[in-house]
């Protein structure tokens, strides 16, 4: 076992998270190093798998797949109202369409109890740094629009798999496993991890 002294590759980091809570539209991935590199919304190989209620998947998209899909919607009389209500505070707040409607298949999905998986592979300069998974890529006033608030923004996740550098059999990553639930609050999780650079063989 030796001393990895490589500056000049990426290091990879593997992801494998559940957010029950939160549809995978308003998640987005970041990255920070301490030479001042700052990524938003990383797409290195990093996957989102939409959740239904029961966690079963009912969709996959890549991360920068900014692309609307067309769901047929089934709306009921007693909804109209609702709906022309939400329209009104849209347009008071000056949206354009894209984010009207990127802001009302959100709040359906949020009704719905939709939940993402996100996972993949983040290549990052072998430097100090951190990484984000959060909702904090929405502009501020989607994000009231959609979520009401702060203290409603419900951060619960379960880490099944987080790992740095090549895979190898037997090797036990601390935060694989990791179950963190909120149930009528908000809040925000860091993780503080230090990677030594061994490499074997």
């Not at 990879?12 to 990255?31: E, G, K, Q, R, Y």
């Not at 300069?125 to 951190?130: E, F, K, M, S, Y």
């Amino acid at each position: 076992m030796s001393v990895d002294l490589k500056r000049g590759e990426t290091l990879p980091i593997h992801i494998n998270m559940t957010f029950p809570a939160l549809p995978c539209d308003v998640l987005s991935v970041d990255a920070i190093d301490m030479s001042g590199k700052h990524e938003v919304d990383l797409d290195t190989n990093i996957w989102k798998l939409r959740l239904n209620s029961y966690g079963h998947i009912i969709g996959t998209e890549y991360l920068t797949d900014l692309v609307e899909k067309e769901h047929e919607e089934h709306k009921h009389d007693h909804n109209k109202d609702h709906k022309d209500d939400i329209d009104e505070k849209l347009h008071a707040f000056g949206f354009d369409e894209d984010a009207e409607n990127m802001i009302k298949k959100v709040k359906h999905a949020l009704e719905s109890g939709e939940g993402c998986r996100v996972y993949g592979v983040l290549d990052v300069q072998r430097v100090a740094g951190n990484f984000h998974i959060s909702v904090h890529g929405l502009n501020i006033y989607v994000a009231q629009m959609i979520f009401g608030g702060a203290k409603n923004v419900n951060v619960s996740h379960v880490i099944h798999d987080l790992s740095f550098g090549p895979k190898y059999p037997g090797i036990h990553n601390p935060l694989d496993g990791t179950v963190r639930m909120l149930h009528d609050t908000s809040g925000t999780f860091k993780y503080y991890i230090k990677v030594w650079p061994w490499f074997c063989c």
